[in-house]
């Protein structure tokens, strides 16, 4: 158990639509992180938000957008999906500040796109 | 930017057989992470090694900075020790970022 959760658990969409995924930090901490995990890889960096704010991106195309909340959980909003996008979704949290960086992993949502 | 490579990208093992995974990274890192992926896709923390050696368990793990590579080892290796293990290491030029390995498969057999 990180702490982290994710919801949902998996989706189906199909191309063209425009999906949600929701991320909550653990405890304590005020950095989140999104990752896709394409079939038979490591995971890619999306983004990443401290405080609120876009703190880093990734080579991923506009449509991918996210949000932090005051309370750090998070959103990943993508829209426009395309069959590419089908992938397994990571959000992690750390917190930084602290000269130690260790991230923790939420267990993903699955997404598919038909 | 920083690259990391994994080596073997898969390993068949015996139970109880013991094992080395090894991580390749191009610059000097400040932050290294070994994770194992279970078949659910859970990134579960394994280490957190910048550099030196921890152990844990029949698992214990060996950074060593100056020479840009980690070890993993895993002894008396169980079969719910399978699935990808990945190494990955801390970009602080893109805000903290974790730049993954393309991981090691494991798979331990009774």
């Known amino acids: 158990e990180t702490g982290v959760t994710q919801s949902p658990t998996h989706l189906i969409k199909t191309r063209g639509q425009q999906v949600t995924l929701r991320c909550s930090s653990q405890?304590?901490?005020?950095?989140v992180s999104w990752y896709q995990q394409a079939l038979g890889q490591g995971p890619q960096f999306i983004f990443q938000y401290y405080r609120e704010e876009e703190n880093g991106r990734g080579n991923f195309p506009p449509r991918f957008s996210g949000l932090q909340f005051p309370n750090y959980s998070s959103e990943l909003n993508v829209n426009a999906l395309e069959l590419d996008d089908s992938a397994l979704y990571l959000c992690?949290?750390?917190?930084?500040?602290?000269?130690?960086?260790?991230?923790?992993f939420g267990p993903g949502t699955r997404l598919t796109v038909l | 930017g920083i690259q990391v490579e994994q080596s073997p990208p898969d390993l068949i093992l015996q139970e109880g057989a013991n094992s080395t995974l090894r991580c390749n990274f191009s610059d000097s890192v400040n932050n290294l992470q070994w994770f194992h992926q279970n078949p659910w896709g859970q990134l579960i923390n394994l280490f957190y090694?910048?550099?030196g050696t921890k152990q844990n368990g029949r698992l214990s793990a060996t950074t060593v900075a100056t020479e840009r590579y980690s070890l993993l080892y895993i002894s008396s290796s169980q079969t719910t020790d399978s699935g990808v293990y990945f190494c990955?290491?801390?970009?602080?030029?893109?805000?903290?970022?974790?730049?993954f390995g393309q991981g090691t498969e494991l798979s331990v057999k009774p």
């Open positions: 405890s304590g901490h005020n950095t």
């Open positions: 090694i910048p550099s």
């Open positions: 992690a949290s750390t917190l930084t500040g602290d000269s130690y960086n260790e991230q923790f």
């Open positions: 990955a290491v801390t970009d602080y030029n893109q805000g903290g970022k974790l730049i």
